[in-house]
């Protein structure tokens, strides 16, 4: 890994398009302004890692853990139901 | 065709409503195609089967239809990146978990589907008051006992 030491309004650049500048310190908490392309994406490493965690175990879901048809949802029973892109296919 | 899944069996689904995750799912990027099977006649929740894992499959729903003041806002890179220039023609799933006696939605990281094209991308949202395990209802005590048992 590459690190560099910057102080407060100082940048670094990634490439010809990403900025990241050092905003504020205060304490422990570093503020970064960060300027990239709208084709990259900036995230919160721990929010991507939450998504990915979930999703690995949402795929350990069993058909035994659903209510039974009929029984959802709770609320206006002349709810739209939801569609499926192009309606969803049915189980054969 | 007839896709083998670890569930349910070999089933019988039509190609030409696969959906389609260029870049998969995060954790799963190279699972790309999806079948989208109904759970049951009247039920809110789908099967979303990997077409190439058996194994593979997450249950999805429309999260409107339990939480109605779900509104995100998909930025114009994410929508290009799935062929739209606005949301009408999109459509928004929401991966379901069951953890403990509740499921729950993962309302941080919604799937974002091309109606037409059947291209999708999961998102992911910074705003903090939606969280990967948001309660959707709690399971009746009945449904639970027999879980435990099957």
């Given at each position: 890994m590459l690190v560099l030491s910057r102080q407060r309004d100082e940048t670094i650049m990634i490439g010809d398009e990403i900025e990241i500048t050092v905003v504020d310190i205060r304490g422990d908490k570093v503020r970064l302004g960060i300027t990239a392309p709208t084709h990259i994406s900036v995230h919160r490493k721990e929010v991507y890692d939450a998504i990915q965690r979930e999703n690995r175990a949402a795929a350990n879901i069993k058909p035994e853990d659903l209510p039974p048809p009929g029984s959802t949802p709770p609320g206006d029973p002349n709810d739209r139901r939801p569609r499926g892109p192009g309606g969803p296919p049915r189980r054969s | 065709m007839v896709i083998e899944t670890s569930?349910?069996?070999?089933?019988?689904?039509?190609?030409?409503?696969?959906?389609?995750?260029?870049?998969?799912?995060?954790?799963?990027?190279?699972?790309?195609?999806y079948a989208l099977i109904q759970t049951g006649e009247n039920s809110a929740f789908?099967?979303?089967?990997?077409?190439?894992?058996?194994?593979?499959?997450?249950?999805?729903?429309?999260?409107?239809?339990?939480?109605?003041?779900?509104?995100?806002?998909?930025?114009?890179?994410?929508?290009?990146?799935?062929?739209?220039?606005?949301?009408?023609?999109?459509?928004?799933?929401?991966?379901?978990?069951?953890?403990?006696?509740?499921?729950?939605?993962?309302?941080?990281?919604?799937?974002?589907?091309?109606?037409?094209?059947?291209?999708?991308?999961?998102?992911?949202?910074?705003?903090?008051?939606?969280?990967?395990?948001?309660?959707?209802?709690?399971?009746?005590?009945?449904?639970a006992a027999l879980t435990k048992t099957a």
């Open positions: - | 569930r349910f069996g070999g089933i019988d689904v039509d190609d030409q409503k696969f959906l389609n995750f260029p870049k998969g799912l995060l954790g799963f990027p190279d699972d790309r195609e789908y099967w979303m089967q990997a077409v190439h894992r058996p194994e593979l499959a997450f249950v999805v729903c429309d999260p409107r239809m339990f939480v109605p003041e779900y509104r995100i806002a998909i930025k114009a890179e994410d929508l290009g990146q799935i062929g739209l220039a606005e949301t009408s023609g999109s459509q928004v799933f929401v991966i379901v978990n069951k953890v403990d006696d509740t499921l729950t939605a993962n309302l941080q990281g919604p799937l974002v589907i091309n109606v037409a094209t059947r291209v999708g991308k999961q998102l992911v949202l910074s705003e903090k008051k939606f969280t990967t395990r948001h309660p959707l209802m709690k399971l009746p005590a009945r449904i």
